[in-house]
T-cell receptor
Framework: DGGITQSPKYLFRKEGQNVTLSCEQNLNHDAMYWYRQDPGQGLRLIYY???????QKGDIAEGYSVSREKKESFPLTVTSAQKNPTAFYLC?????????FGDGTRLSIL | AQSVTQLDSQVPVFEEAPVELRCNYS??????LFWYVQYPNQGLQLLLKYLSGSTLVESINGFEAEFNKSQTSFHLRKPSVHISDTAEYFCAVSTYNTDKLIFGTGTRLQVFP
């Protein structure tokens, strides 16, 4: 089946640690996105990539980093510089007409 | 810049009643409009979209939305809701020259028996 796979589903981070969230797609889509979702705030764009080896900052990129070494993979690292990382993180990829989402990773701080 | 307003954070309704979830947008250029649905602890699923052509668009599960350019609205409607429609619904906008989606803050639809 074609789709977007995010792992893990739940992730816990200790203070001062970097953690990496995985996003893989087998849809052959060029563009991929990372969003953060907080209660009552909708989705906010962290980073996006329109092609391999290229990515751009979104609206809330501070404290996050990404890479795009392969078309199918777009991992997100939440660094220790992100002071409020507890949130639901969603990855998406885009067809010609719409973005499609994975099932998300819920990150919590221990 | 574009923006999206979902005026109702929560909409309670009884099963088999009609429902309307409101969405208004702001943009100085032509837009594409989307409704997504999110069930608890899941990602967003595309419900329907307006890109061009007929201003009334429909989903496979009975929802419909109408693009109204003069009122800058894209309200979502269903004539008779089911318990299984309980979820959070997000309206989103993008433009022809960018692939960035701008989301509203969401409306939680709660259907009661």
């Amino acid at each position: 089946d074609g789709g977007i796979t995010q792992s893990p589903k739940y992730l816990f981070r200790k203070e001062g640690q970097n953690v990496t969230l995985s996003c893989e797609q087998n849809l052959n889509h060029d563009a991929m996105y990372w969003y953060r979702q907080d209660p009552g705030q909708g989705l906010r764009l962290i980073y996006y990539s329109q092609i391999v080896n290229d990515f751009q900052k979104g609206d809330i990129a501070e404290g996050y980093s990404v890479s795009r070494e392969k078309k199918e993979s777009f991992p997100l690292t939440v660094t220790s510089a992100q002071k409020n990382p507890t949130a639901f993180y969603l990855c998406a990829s885009r067809t010609e007409s719409a973005q499609h989402f994975g099932d998300g990773t819920r990150l919590s701080i221990l | 810049a574009q923006s999206v307003t979902q005026l109702d954070s929560q909409v309670p309704v009884f099963e088999e009643a009609p429902v309307e979830l409101r969405c208004n947008y702001s943009s100085s250029v032509s837009v594409y409009l989307f409704w997504y649905v999110q069930y608890p602890n899941q990602g967003l699923q595309l419900l329907l979209k307006y890109l061009s052509g007929s201003t009334l668009v429909e989903s496979i599960n009975g929802f419909e939305a109408e693009f109204n350019k003069s009122q800058t609205s894209f309200h979502l409607r269903k004539p008779s809701v089911h318990i299984s429609d309980t979820a959070e619904y997000f309206c989103a906008v993008s433009t022809y020259n960018t692939d960035k989606l701008i989301f509203g803050t969401g409306t939680r639809l709660q259907v009661f028996p």
